[in-house]
């Protein structure tokens, strides 16, 4: 099994940062592609960021130039910084990763952390 554990949401007023972790951990083998996404109230998982094993990125048009996603390979960690945050950035953010285990590839998602934006 393999578990993902997300941190560093919070309360942030507008115009500030923040910056999420993600680590995995249990029977790794590989992890390919790690993934940021959204789901705000009300309204359905969106893609955020997405980066492979290899460093390539991807986001989602609408937040280019401000959120920023990297990886540690050593640490099974995925981070995204997050700067000129706005109120419609207020969300539960939610990593993933593509496992490749000593049995199976999965697909396994972090529990969730809450970014909320306001003054």
């Known amino acids: 099994q393999v578990q993902l554990v997300e941190s560093g949401g919070g309360l942030v007023q507008p115009g500030g940062s923040l910056r999420l972790s993600c680590a995995a951990s249990g029977s790794i083998f590989r992890i390919n592609d790690m993934g940021w996404y959204r789901q705000a109230p009300g309204k359905q998982r969106e893609l955020v960021a997405v980066i492979t094993g290899g460093g390539g990125t991807n986001y989602a048009d609408s937040l280019k130039g401000r959120f920023t996603i990297s990886r540690d390979n050593a640490k099974n960690t995925v981070y995204l910084q997050m700067n000129s945050l706005k109120p419609e950035d207020t969300a539960v953010y939610y990593c993933?990763?593509?496992?490749?285990?000593?049995?199976?590839?999965?697909?396994?998602w972090g529990q969730g952390t809450q970014v909320t934006v306001s003054s």
């Open positions: 993933n990763a593509d496992v490749r285990s000593w049995s199976e590839r999965r697909v396994y």
